[in-house]
């Protein structure tokens, strides 16, 4: 099987996110994607994240319906209370749940992947599986080659595609998604409408949760 685990905050998920996700199947041949809700994602100690339970809560409802995506509960805080989720030890993990003949990516924005080298054991990531690194508004997918430090190089970039020593990075560059979560949580505690910009359900999560209402940092 050809499989992907796509982490994130996920605060919450959106189309973007299914967005990336469709590409990623469509060009990949993927049979699973693995959406990981982080418990304390690394990057975001600085503010509030939405408790775990919801971000999973939405994240499960963002994939009814869609048989090859999977909700995943490999970060979920009662495995590593109180611990942050480095993404190194989640792909180990899942990488012993599939078996010798699957074929892993990991599967991130280009906004994340030119901020790769602040995350733990980063290099000794990029060597643990291939990488699907989907295009996003505002963020050039030009500048993924610059992140990437001579010594991990396993040649001249191709086409799509930049090899490192054991693995590869693939560029998806035909996502074109002009949403976040930041601007959806926005949104929310404005009281404006999210319609069209998460899945119904998740809408309708939202405003049955009243989450957001109380959000007052952006990022
Ligand atoms: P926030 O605004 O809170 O940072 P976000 O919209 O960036 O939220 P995250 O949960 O941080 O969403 O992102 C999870 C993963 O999805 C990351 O790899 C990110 O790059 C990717 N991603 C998020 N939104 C998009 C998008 N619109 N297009 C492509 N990739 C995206
Ligand atoms: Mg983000």
Known sequence: MNVALFGGTFDPVHSGHLSAARAA???????LIYFVPASMPPHKQGRS???FHHRYAMVALACAGESRFLPSLLEAPEFDPGKPNYAITTVRKLIQ????KDRLYFLIGTDAFLDIHHWHEWKALLECCDFIIASR???????????????LRGGPADGNSIPLLRTRLHLLTTVDADISSSAIRQLASEGQPIRGLVPAAVEEYVQKLGLFIHANQTS
Do not use: H, N, R
């Open 137 to 151: 508004p505002g963020f050039p997918i030009s500048e993924i080659a610059q992140v990437i430090p001579q010594e």
């Open 97 to 100: 749940q599939l078996s010798e």
């Open 25 to 31: 199947l469509q060009g990949f041949a993927l049979d």
């Open 49 to 51: 994240v939405t408790a």
